[in-house]
Structures are given as structure tokens and as C-alpha cells.
């Protein structure tokens, strides 16, 4: 397994060296392999690993083959221990995402893993959707959009298809179920960073 340069945002220090990496992504595939041996999720014993990966810290795994989506399941509220969150979202993204079939065995091989650690999100104050389109920061923040019960999140590595910040907004109302052009005093956006850091399941 092998773990690909980290994505922070501009001015943000990496908190997870090579090692940390590593100790996560050996964590989701072996969550991942566990489900396919026993149905059922890994559970590690966070006392077990350094401090860093005991913090209580939200994250997102995604996976794909060959490029291509496979699942991706995350939180955005902090709960649990680092390293269990992990170990419950590959798990989810591997055999409870929606989108797609339950991984198979003959799939793992071909899995790139993709972690992202979350900073606390931070919410944003704007009066009007092009004062919201000044503050957010391209290829930086990830955006959680709230309008009533209609809530979506795009992930910061999202911009490298949406560079666009219109675009990226108008897509971001669509995942949470709103028309595109939809706008609302009542809209709620909160941004946050990432520590992304990724490498192949075997």
C-alpha cells in the first residue's frame, strides 16, 4: 500500500505524517476486507494506536477503481475515536452506499482508498447568493448547504470537476435536493478543510 501527497488547505499544516497515513489507510482496508470475510465491520481499539488517531475527528472514505466512483461515505459531525470513524466509513462505503452493489471479493484488489480528515466546520455570513459566491474560497472548502430539511455536502476535492464556483453551488443545491437556481434567506452554508491522503487497498 502506498499513500499519495495529502490535499490541505492553503495556510493549513499537515497534522498526519507518512506513518499516521498509513496506519489509516491499513484501517479501511482492513475494515473493508473484514466485511467481506465476517459481514461486519472492523472494530479497532483506538488505545491501540497513537494519539493523534484517538482525537474524535469526522471523515470521509471514498473508493473507486480505475478512477471511476465505488462508494463514499463519510460524517460531518465528529463522534468517535479517529480511527473507528474510519474503520466505519469504509466499511459503509464499501457495502452501504446506495448508489451502488455491495463490493465483491473479486473487486478489493483494484481499490484505491481515499481518506479525508474534516476540520470543524465554520459558518459563513452573507446577506445574498453573490456575497455567498465572494466568500467561498475555490479549491479550498468543502461546503455544507442546509435549507430546511434539505441538507448536501460537496467535499473540497469536488472543485477539480467544479471549478466553477457557480457552478460548484448550483450542484451542491441539486445533491441536497434543491432546483439549481433555487435561492432562500433561510440557506445555510458552513465551509470547512480537509486532510485528504489516499494509496491502493493491497
Request: glycine fraction near 8%; charged fraction near 25%.
Amino acid at each position: 500500500m502506498h499513500s499519495t501527497d495529502p490535499q490541505t488547505p492553503e495556510g493549513e499544516s499537515n497534522r498526519y505524517d507518512a506513518d499516521l497515513r498509513m496506519s489509516l489507510l491499513g484501517v479501511a482496508a482492513r475494515s473493508i476486507a473484514h466485511g467481506l470475510e465476517q459481514g461486519v465491520v472492523l472494530r479497532p481499539d483506538p488505545e491501540a494506536y497513537p494519539e493523534a488517531l484517538r482525537e474524535t475527528r469526522a471523515t470521509f472514505v471514498t473508493l473507486q477503481i480505475e478512477g471511476d466512483l465505488r462508494g463514499c461515505i463519510g460524517v460531518l459531525e465528529a463522534r468517535r475515536p479517529l480511527v473507528v470513524d474510519v474503520a466505519h466509513n469504509a466499511f459503509a462505503a464499501a457495502f452501504e452506499d446506495p448508489r451502488f452493489p455491495r463490493l465483491r471479493p473479486s473487486e478489493f484488489a483494484q481499490l484505491e482508498l481515499h481518506i479525508s480528515v474534516l476540520t470543524p466546520p465554520e459558518p459563513l455570513a452573507f446577506d445574498s447568493e453573490h456575497d455567498l459566491l465572494r466568500r467561498i474560497r475555490p479549491g479550498r472548502d468543502g461546503l455544507i448547504l442546509t435549507a430546511g430539511a434539505h441538507r448536501g455536502t460537496f467535499l473540497p476535492s469536488v472543485w477539480e470537476q467544479l471549478p466553477d464556483p457557480v457552478d460548484f453551488l448550483a450542484h451542491l443545491k441539486r445533491k441536497a435536493g434543491l432546483p439549481l437556481g433555487y435561492w432562500s434567506t433561510d440557506i445555510q452554508v458552513s465551509r470547512y478543510g480537509t486532510e485528504s491522503f489516499g494509496g491502493a487497498a493491497t
